[in-house]
Nanobody, 121 residues
């Protein structure tokens, strides 16, 4: 099982980025995929989850600006981030587990390496 996040970069405040998580070694229809982020000096936070059936869950603070989708054929999960603020600057990770509950509490089994998002003011 492998995950690889990409698509991060430098963006101005108010801008958007689409992050990708390429997966291999498993099928998305068997796993829940979560997006997390960790800013310097802060704890890692859950942004949202797409479950094995394609249903989504978002943390309350992200619901209006972030959206998770997937392409089963392409073996990829996406995080669309809009209206970015400087405080959104963080390393963004995707992670996977067969159990949605483990992703929800932040302990999924498999993690990608993360992609840096920097939002300038």
């Amino acid at each position: 099982v492998q995950l690889q996040a990409s698509g991060g970069g430098l963006v101005q405040a108010g801008g958007s980025l689409r992050l990708s998580c390429a997966v291999s070694g498993f099928t998305l229809q068997d796993y829940a995929i979560g997006w997390f982020r960790q800013a310097p000096g802060k704890e890692r936070d859950l942004l949202g989850i797409i479950n094995s059936r394609g249903g989504t869950y978002y943390s309350d603070s992200m619901r209006d600006r972030f959206a998770i989708s997937r392409d089963v054929a392409e073996e990829a999960v996406y995080l669309q981030t809009d209206s970015l603020y400087p405080e959104d600057t963080a390393v963004y990770y995707c992670a996977a587990d067969r159990l949605w509950s483990k992703v929800r509490v932040g302990v999924p089994t498999y993690w990608g390496q993360g992609t840096q998002v920097t939002v300038s003011s």
